[in-house]
């Protein structure tokens, strides 16, 4: 039995579909890429925004081109939207919600293939009260391993779809986090990344005095790799955060925060729980504590309630702030949620106005990489760029950095002095000794 799998959106989606596919190599399958032929096909979707939702359909209908035994999808729009799945794929699918996809593989041992009409399994998402245990032996095609110590989300953001589509904030226990965390090093990886669909979450739902700052202190002991933490809310970024950071050696200096808007109205309308002052005070204290610090946010555009006027201050409070970089999402009303029935902005405002951001975003990373010239950094080879043949690899603050060197360095951590900036590319030279 051949087996192929891909997914889009968040690393929590690409997390759960290494385990599936490894789960099913455990069963005696053979594992190919998604483009090869293969006799069951894994689609892990995403429903954040319309267009995730597109492209999820779009992998779905590739996948039934090929004609195989069986094409399953799982993840948030299949949750959320089933019948919309079926009705615009068209085709007998296996359907599977995110309360079940764990057991996918066992699922689909059970059907009589092919199918001669759709079969969707799922389960409310709002009761769960644990969060599924996706465990892998290592992380495919990766120096950097990806470790899911949480799923879920209480929030409750008025454009957000993701508490319908994921349920309420669960966390791993403590010590499986810790016994993933020593797969990943044994399996030779050297970085991992916590990640989570509300990171700063972690631990709320176990026993008193459980929280994210705890967990790491427990992985800085037990854990012999650098620790790098994915997206966080900025009043997850507390002090107690920051003054373990600042002292642990193992902590990769880079912070992704959720902004969304640099308009305390819009904040106020999209239900977040911050201003833009205080994100504004926590980029500053993180950078004179990190001043090599990669500092990334997320921005939304186009939220019902942003005016010319409120996209405007968002501009310039991050053309201020000493960020490294932006991720820019456009705005599309999603189901469930309040703002899809508010007043929507014309696609093609959102759009210039992400164009706007994504040009920031660049001359902000250009300048980032400028502000390292000189430095020597801590890069984790990678793999060989195609175009160049130099080595790439990542610093411990998220630069990509090009360079020269030996044929034996793949999947180490090296000394490079970040020596120019070309085309938006960082190229450095390989310390000696």
Known sequence: MRVAGTCLGCKVNQVETFSLLEAWAQKGAQIVPFKAQADI??????????????????LLRRALKKNPLLVVA???????????????????LLLVGNALKENIP?????????????????????????????????FPGHARAFLRIQEGCNAFCTY???????????????????????????????????????????????????????????????VPVRLRLSSLEPPEVTQE???????????CPHFHLSLQSGDEEVLKAMGRRYTAWEVRDLVYDI????????????????????????????????EDLPISYLHVFRYSPRPFTPAARWRQIPPDKIAAR???????????????????????????????????GLWQGISENYLSVLFAGPPDLQNKIVSVRLARVVNNKAYGVLERG
């Open 160 to 222: 957000c779809i993701v508490p319908h589509a994921r349920g309420p904030a669960r966390s791993l226990l403590p010590e499986e986090v810790v016994s993933q965390a020593l797969r990943f090093v044994n399996a030779g990886h050297k970085e991992i990344v916590l990640t989570g669909t509300h990171l700063g979450l972690w631990g709320k739902d176990l026993s008193a005095g459980q929280g994210l700052i705890q967990l790491l202190r427990v992985l800085e002991k037990k």
């Open 354 to 388: 992400a164009k706007r951001l994504q040009g920031l975003s660049r001359a902000k990373f250009k300048a980032f990489m400028v502000e390292n010239l000189g430095r020597v950094l801590q890069v984790l080879v990678q793999k060989r760029d195609k175009n160049t």
């Open 241 to 251: 955060l920051l003054t373990w950071a600042v002292s642990s050696p193992k902590f």
């Open 287 to 318: 950078k004179k504590l990190f001043p090599q610090a990669a500092i990334g946010m997320d921005v939304i555009v186009g939220f019902p309630k942003e005016d010319e006027e409120a996209f405007g201050r968002t501009v310039a409070l991050l």
């Open 106 to 138: 066992h699922i689909v041992e059970k059907l009589t293939l092919p199918l001669s009409e759709p079969v969707v399994l799922r389960e409310d998402v709002s009761q769960l009260t644990k969060c599924g245990l996706f465990p892998l032996s290592f």
């Open 74 to 92: 799982t993840g948030c729009y299949v949750q959320v939207s089933p019948e919309e799945i079926l009705e615009r794929v068209g085709a007998p």
């Open 41 to 58: 096909y894994l689609v892990n979707t995403c429903a954040v925004t319309a267009r995730a939702a597109y492209e999820s359909r779009q």
